[in-house]
């Protein structure tokens, strides 16, 4: 998970409970002590040393880019969104479903690129972590309040996949500067709700569960059909039908051949009927 341990401001390399190293003392001729002197040579290469291991820190979080014009998803969402793949700098509207949302992270965070979710506190590290995302690379923030667009653009700087759910109204020209704060830093953004000039808008049109027999048994799988549709409508919309999820929880593509059959697997017994 994301820390902050290590890291300290220019104002802490100059606080007074960091190290220095000793002062030196020298005497004259006849030995009474000269005034201390600072030891500049040292305090110097101690503050280097920290900006060299904050530096460290911090390239750490903004190295991985794992693709210069498209970040990996799920082979579930690729036939939903052009080109296969996540556009750097573009922003996704997943309607309704946080599983699906966190889908859209789980293949960049295998690849090993930061990702952060904003303002769902319903997520847990376990569900997380059950995904296949990497929890040593996951910022959470999962209450921000009215500051959450404040955050999300905050998270834009080091997270490469960020994941928000808009908690007031976004105006074009938050949009529009958080957009460009996505293509320089090359990242994306994935809106849990509605989001104003989305590239892609995924929602479940239609979903079954199975499992429940009469009167008995448990919830095993949901057949869900989700459908893409492009900015401002552009576009004819796609749909896929997805295990969301899948027996096992993983989330995959649904077996057609299982669903034209699905009315075929009937058993036929005699029913007695009394005359």
């Known amino acids: 998970m994301f820390e902050y341990e290590g890291m300290q401001t220019a104002a802490a390399l100059r ?12 005497t004259g001729p006849a030995g009474a002590a000269r005034p201390s002197r600072v030891d ?38 690729q036939p939903l969104l052009p080109g296969g793949a996540i556009r750097v700098g573009g922003s ?9 949302a966190m889908t859209m992270l789980q293949a960049a965070s295998a690849e090993g690129a930061w990702c952060a979710v904003v303002g769902v ?3 847990g590290v376990e569900a997380a972590a059950a995904m296949g ?5 996951l910022v959470l923030v999962p209450d921000p309040g009215d500051q959450w667009l404040t955050v999300t653009a905050a998270l834009v700087d080091v997270a490469q996949v960020v994941l928000t759910r808009p908690l007031g109204r976004v105006v074009p020209g938050d949009v529009s500067r958080l957009g460009a704060r996505l293509r320089q830093r090359g990242g994306a953004l ?37 459908t893409a549709s492009g900015r401002s409508g552009a576009g004819r919309p796609v749909s896929a039908d997805l295990l969301l999820p899948a027996a096992d929880g993983a989330v995959r593509a649904a077996d057609p051949l299982a669903a034209a059959g699905a009315s075929d697997t009937r058993v036929l017994r005699p029913v007695a009927v009394a005359s």
Request: net charge neutral; no cysteine.
């Open 15 to 26: 606080s007074p409970g960091s190290p220095r190293q000793p002062r030196r003392e020298s």
């Open 40 to 77: 500049h040579l040292g305090d110097a290469r101690a503050a280097l040393d920290r900006i060299t291991a904050l530096r460290s820190r911090v390239a750490e979080m903004e190295a991985p880019r794992v693709d210069v014009q498209g970040l990996p998803t799920a082979s579930a969402l």
């Open 92 to 100: 996704y509207a997943v309607q309704e479903s946080v599983l699906l």
């Open 121 to 123: 506190p319903s997520l």
């Open 133 to 137: 995302i990497d929890l040593e690379r």
């Open 190 to 226: 994935v809106a849990l709700g509605a989001w104003p000039g989305a590239d892609v808008t995924l929602r479940v049109t239609d979903s079954v569960w199975s499992g429940i027999g009469d009167g008995h048994g448990h919830l095993t799988e949901r057949r869900a059909t989700v």
